[in-house]
T-cell receptor, first 111, second 116 residues
């Protein structure tokens, strides 16, 4: 699986939008972009994933650059409960392989 | 989505002993995974456990140390054998499911292990 680069940490204010960036310049054509988050003392939680088009679900939006070399996870209105480590992971859609976790971005949300 | 449970949720063990961690999924899945997360670190894959075949171990992990069972499509166990303090970690199981949005991995809450 190709490598991703994320900032180590970010801060946000409660009720404001948060944009979490991820660079994946070596992404291949069959790699899906997955986002997971890990709340304190819990297992990772699936957030969203996409291939080429932007994706929205009840948790977040995923904006994918046209060249697919970067993506941004968007939390539209951060809450204190969104404080977590967010992982951006590439996974080959042609395989049924596991996820390879990097260090992720630790998001802090201030009241 | 899926509900994945693990038992025990935490344990304190003496060195040289073994601990078996159970993972139960509320739906049938082909692929399950076992990860380790050491304090303050990210997750590291230990092995992939497919029902009906031997587990596939990642580099640095061996079957004698981490034997895995996968008796059916909803259950798996990971044993941490002959434990040492270096095995103190969180152990997480995960299952690959296919839903309306495609494939995604779902994780259990983890088993917190402290080896004295």
């Amino acid at each position: 699986d190709a490598k991703t680069t994320q900032p180590n940490s970010m801060e946000s204010n409660e009720e404001e939008p948060v944009h979490l960036p991820c660079n994946h310049s070596t992404i291949s054509g069959t790699d899906y972009i997955h986002w997971y988050r890990q709340l304190p003392s819990q297992g990772p939680e699936y957030v969203i994933h996409g291939l080429t088009s932007n994706v929205n679900n009840r948790m977040a939006s995923l904006a994918i650059a046209e060249d697919r070399k970067s993506s941004t996870l968007i939390l539209h209105r951060a809450t204190l409960r969104d404080a977590a480590v967010y992982y951006c992971i590439l996974r080959d859609g042609g395989s049924q392989g596991n996820l390879i976790f990097g260090k992720g971005t630790k998001l802090s949300v201030k009241p | 989505s899926a509900v994945i449970s693990q038992k025990p949720s935490r344990d304190i063990c003496q060195r040289g002993t073994s601990l078996t961690i159970q993972c139960q999924v509320d739906s049938q899945v082909t692929m399950m995974f076992w990860y380790r997360q050491q304090p303050g670190q990210s997750l590291t894959l230990i092995a992939t456990a497919n029902q009906g075949s031997e587990a596939t171990y990642e580099s640095g992990f061996v079957i004698d140390k981490f034997p895995i069972s996968r008796p059916n499509l909803t259950f798996s166990t990971l044993t941490v054998s002959n434990m040492s303090p270096e095995d103190s970690s969180i152990y997480l199981c995960s299952a690959l499911l296919t839903g309306t949005a495609g494939e995604a991995q779902y994780f259990g809450p983890g088993t917190r292990l402290l080896v004295l």
